[in-house]
C-alpha cells in the first residue's frame, strides 16, 4: 500500500503540470488581459478630459497612450518576460505556496481565497452533511420497503427536488419567505446580520443558522436524489445476494441480517466517498446561489476573476483546488482498502 501511494503522489506532478500549463496556454490567446482593459480605460478617460489618479503619468491627455506608456503597463503586470519564463516563474512559486497577488484585489490570492471561505464552507458542509444524514437512512428505508407506496412516493418526491435548479428554487424561497409577496421569515442576503457583532455567543449561531435556512435549502434538495437512490441500490443489490439468505435461514432477525452484515457491505460505495466529497465541501463555490443570496464566496470570486482577466486568482485557484481534488482522490482509494481490506493494492499495476 505504501508503494501504490508514493506512486499516486508522484503522479500528482505531471497531473498538477499538465492543468496548469494548459491554462496557461490558453490565457496567452485569450482577448481582454489586464492590460488591454486598463489601456481601453485609460483612453476612455482621456477622451472625456479626465486625469487617472491611479494610475500617474501613464497617458498623456487626449493623445492616448504611447508605447513606451504601454510597455510600461506590461512591466507593471509581468507581461514584459518571456511566456516561457513567467510560467517557470510562477511554478516555482506554487512550490511555496505563492500564488502571487490579485491584479484588481490588490491582496495575494491564498489570503483572497481565505476570505471567501466563510461562505463556501457554511454552504458546502452543511449540504454535505444534511446530505449524507438524510439520503443513507432514506435509501435505507427506501430498500427495505422496495416497491410499496412510501418507496413510491418518497421516490417522486425526492426526483421533482432534482429536476427543479437550485437557483429557481432559491429565487421561490425568497418570494414566499423572504419578504416577499408572502412571509417575511428569513433575511434576504449575507451570512450574519449587521449588528452580528453585537449579539451574545447563542444569539450569534442562531442569526447565522437563521441566514443559512434559505440557501442551504436551496443548495441541498437537488443533492438528495442521487445519493438517496445510490444508497437504495446499492443495498438492494446486496440483500439480493446468497449470503443474506443463509443469514436468514439460520434465524437471525431481520435487524441483524440488516444492519450486521448488509450494511456494513452496502456502505462501502458511500463511504470511500467521504473523504474527497468533505474535502470539497471547504471549498463548494456556487455563482447562482451566491447571487442569489448576495453571499461572497468562491463562486463569485471565480466568476469575477474570469471575467475580469485576473490570471493570478485564476490560475492559483485551479492549482490550489486541483491539488485538493487529488489528494480527495487518493483518500478515497485508500479508504476502499480500510473498509473492504479484500482490496489489495499491490495487486495493482
Not at 67 to 94: C, H, S, T
Not at 243 to 270: M, Q
Not at 315 to 337: A, N, P, Q
Request: aromatic share 12%.
Amino acid at each position: 500500500m505504501a508503494a501504490y501511494i508514493l506512486k499516486r503522489l508522484l503522479l500528482m506532478i505531471p497531473t498538477l503540470l499538465g492543468v496548469l500549463l494548459i491554462t496557461f496556454v490558453v490565457i496567452q490567446f485569450v482577448p481582454g488581459g489586464p492590460v488591454e482593459q486598463l489601456v481601453a480605460q485609460l483612453k476612455g478617460q482621456a477622451a472625456q478630459g479626465e486625469v487617472s489618479a491611479g494610475v500617474e503619468g501613464l497617458y498623456r491627455g487626449a493623445r492616448g497612450l504611447d508605447e513606451e506608456r504601454i510597455e510600461e503597463l506590461k512591466a507593471f503586470y509581468g507581461f514584459d518576460k518571456p511566456a516561457w519564463q513567467r510560467f517557470v516563474e510562477m511554478l516555482g512559486n506554487y512550490l511555496t505556496f505563492n500564488l502571487g497577488e490579485s491584479y484588481f484585489h490588490h491582496q495575494s490570492v491564498l489570503e483572497l481565497v481565505v476570505s471567501k471561505l466563510p461562505v463556501s464552507i457554511s454552504l458546502g458542509v452543511w449540504t454535505f452533511f444534511i446530505t449524507y444524514l438524510t439520503c443513507i437512512p432514506l435509501g435505507v428505508a427506501k430498500a427495505v420497503r422496495d416497491g410499496t407506496p412510501f418507496d413510491v412516493v418518497t421516490s417522486t418526491i425526492i426526483l421533482i427536488g432534482y429536476a427543479i435548479p437550485g437557483f429557481v428554487l432559491g429565487i421561490t424561497l425568497l418570494v414566499l419567505f423572504g419578504g416577499g409577496s408572502f412571509w417575511d421569515i428569513f433575511p434576504l442576503r449575507g451570512l450574519v446580520s449587521d449588528n452580528w457583532e453585537e449579539l451574545s455567543l447563542l444569539g450569534k449561531v442562531l442569526d447565522y443558522l437563521w441566514h443559512m435556512v434559505l440557501p442551504i435549502t436551496a443548495s441541498v434538495v437537488g443533492s438528495f436524489a442521487v445519493m438517496t437512490m445510490l444508497t437504495k441500490n446499492s443495498f438492494l443489490d446486496e440483500i439480493r445476494k446468497q449470503y443474506v439468505l443463509t443469514a436468514r435461514a439460520k434465524g437471525l432477525s431481520e435487524n441483524a441480517v440488516l444492519y450486521k452484515h448488509v450494511f456494513r457491505n452496502a456502505i462501502i460505495p458511500l463511504i470511500t466517498g467521504f473523504p474527497g466529497a468533505f474535502i470539497g465541501a471547504f471549498f463548494t463555490g456556487s455563482l447562482l446561489i451566491e447571487t442569489i443570496f448576495s453571499l461572497d464566496g468562491l463562486g463569485l470570486l471565480s466568476y469575477n476573476s474570469v471575467m475580469n482577466r485576473d490570471y493570478p486568482v485564476v490560475l492559483g485557484t485551479l492549482y490550489l483546488f486541483t491539488l485538493l481534488g487529488l489528494i480527495g482522490k487518493l483518500l478515497t482509494d485508500i479508504c476502499y482498502v480500510i473498509v473492504d481490506p479484500r482490496i489489495q493494492f499491490e495487486s495493482i499495476k
